[in-house]
């Protein structure tokens, strides 16, 4: 079964350090998804690709996040500097145009 | 207020119940609707994904939309210990790079 693959599971980075995500979405699936999870919160949009597209990045604080799909396939997301309070669950979903998306299981960071 | 309300819970019951969760939204664009389970520390797990109003049923899951008073449920029959999760809404517009706007989730604990 095809799954979205993302990488580390989890990350201890120290305050002001610098630190990336990967993600491997399903294949064939042109739409990807970065999400933020607080504890006991839903998850908030970060960043969404249509190919190698930036569709919406309004809640992507641009000071210290960015975000990149080069090739439309994989992509990063990275943190310059780490704050404490970006320790978080970061997941990755992928789907087709407005259909259902499917999630990876997250990279869990820690900001010390 | 927010796009998407879902009481946060906790919802217990016993063994063998029938759940309901809800979530009701003010996005009237939305038309695409799901539910997903999310068991702790893990990713988010597509369980239902249904488009415009109306039901869905898969084995002991059933999801309902009411557009016309913007109101879903998922409907848990026979419920298990190994329901025990946190329920996602998510719900997304019909036209262009729409985000999947989610919910804060439910907290349901089924005891023995």
């Known amino acids: 079964e095809a799954e979205v693959a993302q990488s580390p599971r989890y990350k201890i980075t120290e305050k002001s350090q610098a630190v990336a995500f990967w993600c491997d979405p399903i294949s064939g699936h042109a739409t990807l998804y970065w999400y933020r999870q607080i504890l006991g919160q839903g998850p908030e949009l970060l960043v969404q690709f249509q190919d190698e597209s930036v569709v919406d990045d309004s809640q992507l604080p641009k000071d210290r996040f960015s975000a990149e799909r080069l090739k439309g396939v994989d992509s990063t997301l990275k943190i310059q500097p780490a704050e404490l309070g970006d320790s978080a669950m970061y997941l990755c979903?992928?789907?087709?145009?407005?259909?259902?998306?499917?999630f990876g299981q997250g990279t869990r960071l820690t900001v010390v | 207020q927010k796009e998407v309300e879902q009481d946060p819970g906790p919802l217990s019951v016993p063994e063998g119940a029938i759940v309901s969760l809800n979530c009701t939204y003010s996005n009237s664009a939305f038309q695409y609707f799901m539910w997903y389970r999310q068991y702790s520390r893990k990713g988010p797990e597509l369980l239902m994904y249904?488009?415009?109003?109306g039901n869905k049923e898969d084995g002991r899951f059933t999801a309902q939309v009411d557009k016309s008073s913007k109101y879903i449920s998922l409907f848990i029959r026979d419920s298990q210990p190994s329901d025990s999760a946190t329920y996602l809404c998510?719900?997304?517009?019909?036209?262009?790079?729409?985000?999947?706007?989610f919910g804060k989730g439910t907290m349901l604990l089924v005891s023995p």
């Open positions: 998510a719900m997304s517009g019909g036209s262009g790079y729409s985000t999947l706007t």
């Open positions: 249904t488009y415009s109003s």
């Open positions: 979903a992928s789907s087709r145009l407005n259909t259902e998306a499917f």
